[in-house]
């Protein structure tokens, strides 16, 4: 079953909440500056929607259900997530701290990129950043293929190559031959459970 999301346009051709992606495009797509988000309830649209923008920009969809679950995701950890605008389009990729929400890295936009293989990307940049900082603690993603691909250390993406997205493809092959040299945990990538704890805090809060 898809779980609905209600979207919040502060700036736009019209503005308020929208119960369907479709209706929310409607209004932002190639409006200068158009500012909105995802939210998965209308409880949390309404009172994001008497807020301002600058209070949800860069912030997770989600006001923090996962700390309601009799099962929470492991403390301390990393969250990552990607999106891309279109498909291929601009993509960028981010992590943050679980608990905190902030920011740890954050990458792109590259053109002419998708969603799995920001997602692929950014687990390896979650990697290595915990290498590079002396650091254990698990990363999480809502991607199954991403994680699939990192178990099998190949990054099998369909998307083209572009006169635009060669950095994108230098991108995977560094990653995957990070990969070929570490051998990681089994438990240093885990699935973010969407279903019990709402959207990752890494999560863009689009489409």
């Known amino acids: 079953m898809i779980k609905r999301k209600f979207y919040v346009v502060w700036k736009g051709r019209k503005t308020g909440i929208f119960a369907s992606w479709a209706e929310c495009e409607k209004q932002v797509r190639g409006f200068a500056g158009a500012e909105f988000k995802a939210f998965e309830s209308r409880t949390e ?28 995701p492991i403390l ?19 992590g943050v701290d679980t608990e905190s929400g902030e920011e740890v890295f954050r990458a792109g936009p ?22 590079k900082h002396k650091k254990k603690m698990p990363i999480y993603s809502d991607s199954e293929n991403a994680i699939a691909w990192v178990e099998m250390g190949v990054c099998r993406t369909k998307l083209k190559r572009t006169g635009k997205n060669a ?13 070929a040299e570490n051998k990681l945990d089994g438990d240093a990538v885990l699935k973010w459970n969407t279903h019990e704890w709402g959207e990752s805090p890494a999560d863009y809060g689009r489409k």
Not at 51 to 69: H, P, V
Not at 167 to 179: D, G, K, T
Request: glycine share 8%; hydrophobic share 40%; charged share 20%.
């Open 167 to 179: 950095l994108i493809f230098a991108m995977i092959r560094s990653a995957e031959n990070w990969l």
């Open 76 to 94: 301390p950890s990393i969250c990552v997530d990607a999106s891309c605008r279109g498909a291929p389009g601009k993509m960028e990729y981010r």
């Open 110 to 131: 590259y053109p002419d990129g998708t969603n799995n293989v920001g997602e692929f990307l950014a687990i390896i940049h979650a990697l290595t950043w915990l290498v």
């Open 45 to 72: 649209a309404e009172l994001a929607f008497q807020s301002k923008y600058e209070a949800f920009k860069g912030r997770a969809s989600t006001l923090g259900k996962w700390r309601e679950s009799e099962t929470p």
